[in-house]
């Protein structure tokens, strides 16, 4: 499953973005989806989470109360709305589906991943 992340961009503190995840090629709509983000020298932190159904979400918490994870299995994308970043928010964030449908913030469930989007938060 090659999943495909778009959406980054450079943006000022206090604004959002809205990224897409999808695949053209093969449904993840049974999947649960993630998102992680990465810096240089740090180790891919968990941001947030959806299960396959949309029913169960899970979000980082310094992330809780800005960002939105969503799904729209009939179109085979996921979502991730962003509000209010900091320019702490600032990584490569990629996207992932997990070998499960039930959601998770562990990184050894997430064995399908896409190329990541980088979004920077200027101050």
């Known amino acids: 499953v090659q999943l495909q992340a778009s959406g980054g961009g450079l943006v000022q503190a206090g604004g959002s973005l809205r990224l897409t995840c999808a695949n053209s090629r093969r449904t993840f709509s049974n999947n649960a989806v993630a998102w992680f983000r990465q810096t240089p020298g740090k180790e891919r932190e968990f941001v947030a989470a959806?299960?396959?159904?949309?029913?169960?979400?899970n979000y980082l918490d310094s992330v809780k109360d800005r960002f939105t994870i969503s799904r729209d299995r009939a179109q085979n994308k996921v979502y991730l709305q962003m509000s209010t970043l900091k320019p702490e928010d600032t990584a490569i964030y990629f996207c992932a589906a997990s070998r499960w449908s039930a959601v998770s913030n562990n990184l050894s469930d997430y064995p399908y991943w896409g190329q990541g989007t980088q979004v920077t938060v200027s101050s």
């Open positions: 959806i299960s396959w159904n949309g029913g169960s979400t």
